[in-house]
Structures are given as C-alpha cells and as structure tokens.
C-alpha cells in the first residue's frame, strides 16, 4: 500500500493566492522529504530537501520565499507556493525516505492557476 | 552537475512484444532506479540496483546495472496493455546523501 501521502490531490485557484500541499509519511518517521515539480511530458526536477526540525535546502533557481517549506514533524512536510501566478501550475510531488529504501513518492498534486 | 540520458523518448509496441530502454550517464553512481509513473499519479518503484553488474529481475522486469556504473538497461518482457505509462530510471551518488538525478523518460505505449 501507500507509504507516502500527498493533499490535496488537485487544486485550482486564481492567481494571488497561497497554497499550501503536504506531503506526510504513512507508518514511517522521514527525517527527509524531497519536493519535485513536473511540468507536462518532462521529467521530474527535484526542488528542494526538506529536513525535519531544520531549514530546507534548495536546488539552484529554486526562489526559497516563492516556495515555503517547512517539516516541523517527522511525519510532515509542506510546500506553501506563496502569492501563486500562472507560471507555477504544475505537477508538484513529494517523496520520503524510509530507512535505507530509494525514495517513495506521493501521488502528486495538480495545480493549476488561473 | 550530473545528466542522465535515457532513450528512446518514446515507444509503440504490440502486446506480447519485448521492450528495451537504457540509460547513460556521464558521472558514476552507487545507485540505480526504475520507476514508473501512471498519468497523475507520482513515480512507483519497480527496481533498484546497487551494484555494479547487478541484474535483478521484478516478475517480466529485468534491469542491469551496468559494469562502468556509469548505465542501466531495463527490459520489459511479453508486454501487456497496464505496461503503459512512463519510466523513468534515476541514479542516486553516495556523497549527494539520498538525491536522485532523473532520466528524461521513456513513453511507453503498448496497442492490444
């Protein structure tokens, strides 16, 4: 079944808004999530490594305070994408370790801008 | 920093039929995956690899870890319809902690 689950599953709303996805693991402590974004027909392209109790670490061109990310539990992360425009819909995914295993990831959440 | 280069892009196959992708790279990892992802839906795990010559077999999936380190095949036999979807290998370094570079994907379609 399901290791890691991700909410909402789609999301549509009008530019300016703030939305905020979480990403919790199921049965597991992830001392690491990692955040992905996808954009139709390409690949995944990793965001950010969110770390629980720290700050987390961003990828080149990643702008921190467009996306907030916070893990303020071992079973918790959340990407707030802040004052949303139409450029950030996108596919966005997280994923979590669990003990030594390749990570599992959420089932992703659309969201579209309008 | 690291780039994988997985082909092809795309393929159209019968059912029944064999299918082949690979994927190269110009670093060495420690770590090779396949995934597939299913429209909407995140990345599942089919296979992992961690050593070098590595050939592990997942029901009609069989990948390699390829000998250099630096590339991974993946074979899909007797395809079936639930085959379709996108794969996509990703590798992982030992110094970049749990860090996954991704291929470019493979589009799998496969006609009944």
């Known amino acids: 079944g399901a290791v890691v689950s991700q909410h909402p599953s789609r999301v549509i709303c009008k530019s300016g808004t703030s939305v905020k996805i979480e990403c919790r693991s199921l049965?597991?402590?992830?001392?690491?999530m990692f955040w992905y974004r996808q954009f139709p027909k390409q690949s995944l392209m990793l965001m950010a490594t969110s770390n629980e109790g720290s700050k987390a670490t961003y990828e080149q061109g990643v702008e921190k305070d467009k996306f907030l990310i916070n893990h303020a539990s071992l079973t918790l992360s959340t990407l707030t994408v802040t004052s949303a425009h139409p450029e950030d819909s996108s596919f966005y995914i997280c994923s979590a370790i669990r003990g030594g295993q390749p990570q599992h990831f959420g089932d992703g959440t659309r969201l579209s801008i309008l | 920093g690291q780039q994988l280069n997985q082909s092809p892009q795309s393929m159209f196959i019968q059912e029944g039929e064999d299918v082949s992708m690979n994927c190269t790279s110009s670093?060495?990892?420690?770590?090779w995956l396949w995934y597939k992802q299913d429209p909407g839906e995140g990345p599942v795990l089919l296979i992992a690899l961690y050593k070098a010559g590595e050939l592990t077999s997942n029901g009609r999936l069989t990948a390699q870890f390829g000998i250099t380190r630096k590339d991974s095949f993946l074979n899909i036999s007797a395809s079936i319809p639930s085959d379709v979807g996108i794969y996509f290998c990703?590798?992982?370094?030992?110094?970049?902690?749990?860090?996954?570079?991704f291929g470019e994907g493979t589009q799998l379609t496969v006609n009944p």
């Open positions: 049965d597991f402590q992830a001392t690491t």
């Open positions: 670093s060495i990892f420690n770590t």
């Open positions: 990703a590798g992982q370094l030992k110094t970049s902690g749990s860090r996954l570079t």
